[in-house]
Structure formats: structure tokens, C-alpha cells
């Protein structure tokens, strides 16, 4: 894929938020899922062995998105802020919220792609994209302390099943573990599993990379919460929120034939942009799961996430 989708992606993340409005707009943070939906698509496409012809698929994918949301990927910049961020304004907003759940880890997942981008293209942090990418964390922040979930509050009973992480290690196995078993409703496409778990962690484990290890590491918490949030999906939920039954194919994600079709007849998790971060997310995290078996399986699990 070509380099301007990771302009597209930064640049739609910036505008989730109008900028006259501090703490939200219209449009909210969910939109924040298509900027990042592309970005996942070009790292996807880059660095793993893709048949040939996939990327041109997955563009075409990414380009039907893109002219369905044209008003966040419009590529004229447009900046009403007097201020201008640096790059580590984004990591320090991140800071104010990381230690509280919130939106799915959504505060971590958005902050870890921008600055994945904006670390491996320093052109692309132009004044107008970094103020839009801190007043988007700054909502979050603002909003943790609303709606929030405290970890220490949260896990005070001691009754809780997921165990504290140790390393980011643990926390990778307690995602994959989790995966691996989660119960599947075969006919609905679905599993019994919160995908966000996986873009989460990997958000963590990119911070690290990126070397925010210490900010990284306050996340942790929050992510156990998440896991335990998971638990409380029932398998009701799952087949009233998703009531009409398909048929998963056994394509790999890396062969034409897994994109060569019409995403729309079950239309799931592309409307989300959730097929390419799972993809994505979940390839830069299995050589650490660490099991062939426990890979295989959850490879397979992953057919009824997208």
C-alpha cells in the first residue's frame, strides 16, 4: 500500500474531535476506529508474507472506507488551534488517562498507531494533525475521570480471575489463553471473545517498543480489567446482537480468496474497521504466543472474529 494511507490515518485520527469543542463533538471517538482501521491495513499489507494481489485488495478495501467517511480523511489540513503539540504532548495526555478503563482501551490503542506512525514519519506531525491527536486524547482523559473504572477499586474484592501481569509477557498469554477457549457460536460468525482485548495489549506492547515502557507498564492494570469485562459477554448477547447465521470460510488471511469477497453480507466487524486492526494486531503478536498448537488454534478462532 501506498505511504499517503498513513497520512489518511493520522490525519483522520486529528479531526475525530471538532476543534472547537474540547471535551467531544457530534462525531465522537468512535470514529477514531477508521483512521486506525487504515492504518492497520498498510502495516498489515507491509510486513506480512501477503499473497500477491492482496494488496491491491486490501486497498480497495481501504479506499471504500475511506469514501465512506471522507469528511475525517479529507486531506486538506485545517487547524483552528493557536497552539501547537509535539509528539510528546501525546504520550504525556496518555498519561492522565492510562491508569483508569475506559472506551475498550481505546485512549491506548489510538495513542499507540499515532505514534507509531509519527515516530517512523516525522514529516507527518504537522501542527495541525498534532492538535487534533491531543485534543482527542485530552477528551479521553476528561472522560476516564467521568466514566472511568478505577483498577484498584475495581479489583478490591479479590474475587477477580485474571491474575496481575508480571511482565507484558503475562498479559499476552492471558489474551491468546483467553482466545484459544472462548466459546464459539459457530453459525453466527462469532466468539465469544472481545476482539479489543488483542488491540489493547498489542498497544502496550507497541508504547514498549516505541520506548514508553514505564507508561506502558501503568496501563496494565486497566487491561486486566478489560479482561475481566470480557468475562461478563454472555452468549445470549452475542445471538441477539448478531441474529442472522453465515458461513465462515477457511481462507488465510494472507491468500486473495479471504478478500476477495463481499464483506458486506455479513457486515460484522468491517463497518468497525475491526477486520484489519484483528488482523493486523493479531499477526505482530503471534510469534510471541508461544505454542505452535495455541497459535493454530487461535488462528482459527480468529475466522470468527472477521
Same mark, same amino acid.
Given at each position: 500500500?501506498?505511504?499517503?494511507?498513513?497520512?489518511?490515518?493520522?490525519?483522520?485520527?486529528?479531526?475525530?474531535?471538532?476543534?472547537?469543542?474540547?471535551?467531544?463533538?457530534?462525531?465522537?471517538?468512535?470514529?477514531?476506529?477508521?483512521?486506525?482501521?487504515?492504518?492497520?491495513?498498510?502495516?498489515?499489507?507491509?510486513?506480512?508474507?501477503?499473497?500477491?494481489?492482496?494488496?491491491?485488495?486490501?486497498?480497495?478495501?481501504?479506499?471504500?472506507?475511506?469514501?465512506?467517511?471522507?469528511?475525517?480523511?479529507?486531506?486538506?489540513?485545517?487547524?483552528?488551534?493557536?497552539?501547537?503539540?509535539?509528539?510528546?504532548?501525546?504520550?504525556?495526555?496518555?498519561?492522565?488517562?492510562?491508569?483508569?478503563?475506559?472506551?475498550?482501551?481505546?485512549?491506548?490503542?489510538?495513542?499507540?498507531?499515532?505514534?507509531?506512525?509519527?515516530?517512523?514519519?516525522?514529516?507527518l506531525a504537522t501542527p495541525p494533525v498534532l492538535n487534533g491527536i491531543v485534543? =482527542?486524547?485530552?477528551?479521553? *482523559?476528561?472522560?476516564?475521570?467521568?466514566?472511568? %473504572? /478505577?483498577?484498584?477499586?475495581? +479489583? !478490591?474484592?479479590?474475587?477477580?480471575?485474571?491474575?496481575?501481569?508480571?511482565?507484558?509477557?503475562?498479559?499476552?498469554?492471558?489474551?491468546?489463553?483467553?482466545?484459544?477457549?472462548?466459546?464459539?457460536?459457530?453459525?453466527?460468525?462469532?466468539?465469544?471473545?472481545?476482539?479489543?482485548?488483542?488491540?489493547?495489549?498489542?498497544?502496550?506492547?507497541?508504547?514498549?517498543?516505541?520506548?514508553?515502557?514505564?507508561?506502558?507498564?501503568?496501563?496494565?492494570?486497566?487491561?486486566?480489567?478489560?479482561?475481566?469485562?470480557?468475562?461478563?459477554?454472555? =452468549?445470549?448477547?452475542?445471538? *441477539?446482537?448478531?441474529?442472522?447465521?453465515?458461513? %465462515? /470460510?477457511?481462507?488465510?488471511? +494472507? !491468500?486473495?480468496?479471504?478478500?476477495?469477497?463481499?464483506?458486506n453480507e455479513n457486515d460484522n466487524q468491517w463497518g468497525a474497521g475491526h477486520?484489519?486492526?484483528?488482523?493486523?494486531?493479531?499477526?505482530?503478536?503471534?510469534?510471541?504466543?508461544?505454542?505452535?498448537?495455541?497459535?493454530?488454534?487461535?488462528?482459527?478462532?480468529?475466522?470468527?472474529?472477521?
Amino acid at each position: 500500500m501506498d505511504t499517503k494511507y498513513l497520512r489518511a490515518g493520522v490525519n483522520g485520527l486529528s479531526r475525530v474531535l471538532d476543534s472547537e469543542d474540547a471535551f467531544g463533538s457530534h462525531r465522537g471517538w468512535f470514529c477514531g476506529h477508521w483512521a486506525c482501521a487504515v492504518i492497520a491495513a498498510f502495516y498489515f499489507c507491509r510486513d506480512n508474507p501477503i499473497e500477491p494481489g492482496v494488496d491491491e485488495a486490501v486497498t480497495r478495501e481501504v479506499d471504500r472506507m475511506i469514501g465512506m467517511h471522507d469528511d475525517i480523511f479529507n486531506l486538506d489540513e485545517i487547524d483552528t488551534n493557536e497552539k501547537t503539540h509535539d509528539v510528546e504532548d501525546i504520550i504525556d495526555s496518555l498519561t492522565r488517562s492510562i491508569v483508569r478503563y475506559i472506551a475498550s482501551g481505546h485512549n491506548v490503542i489510538y495513542t499507540a498507531y499515532a505514534l507509531k506512525v509519527l515516530t517512523e514519519n516525522p514529516e507527518l506531525a504537522t501542527p495541525p494533525v498534532l492538535n487534533g491527536i491531543v485534543a =482527542l486524547l485530552d477528551y479521553f *482523559e476528561y472522560a476516564s475521570r467521568l466514566h472511568g %473504572v /478505577d483498577p484498584k477499586e475495581f +479489583f !478490591s474484592d479479590g474475587k477477580k480471575l485474571t491474575p496481575a501481569y508480571e511482565n507484558e509477557n503475562d498479559m499476552i498469554d492471558n489474551v491468546f489463553a483467553t482466545l484459544q477457549y472462548a466459546p464459539r457460536l459457530s453459525d453466527r460468525h462469532r466468539t465469544l471473545f472481545d476482539g479489543h482485548l488483542m488491540t489493547h495489549a498489542h498497544a502496550l506492547v507497541l508504547l514498549s517498543r516505541l520506548g514508553y515502557g514505564s507508561v506502558a507498564r501503568s496501563g496494565y492494570e486497566s487491561h486486566r480489567v478489560h479482561m475481566e469485562e470480557n468475562r461478563n459477554f454472555e =452468549l445470549q448477547i452475542l445471538m *441477539e446482537r448478531w441474529p442472522k447465521k453465515v458461513t %465462515v /470460510d477457511d481462507y488465510h488471511p +494472507f !491468500s486473495l480468496a479471504f478478500w476477495d469477497r463481499d464483506f458486506n453480507e455479513n457486515d460484522n466487524q468491517w463497518g468497525a474497521g475491526h477486520v484489519f486492526k484483528y488482523l493486523y494486531t493479531f499477526y505482530e503478536l503471534a510469534p510471541r504466543i508461544g505454542s505452535q498448537y495455541r497459535t493454530n488454534v487461535c488462528e482459527r478462532q480468529l475466522a470468527y472474529l472477521t
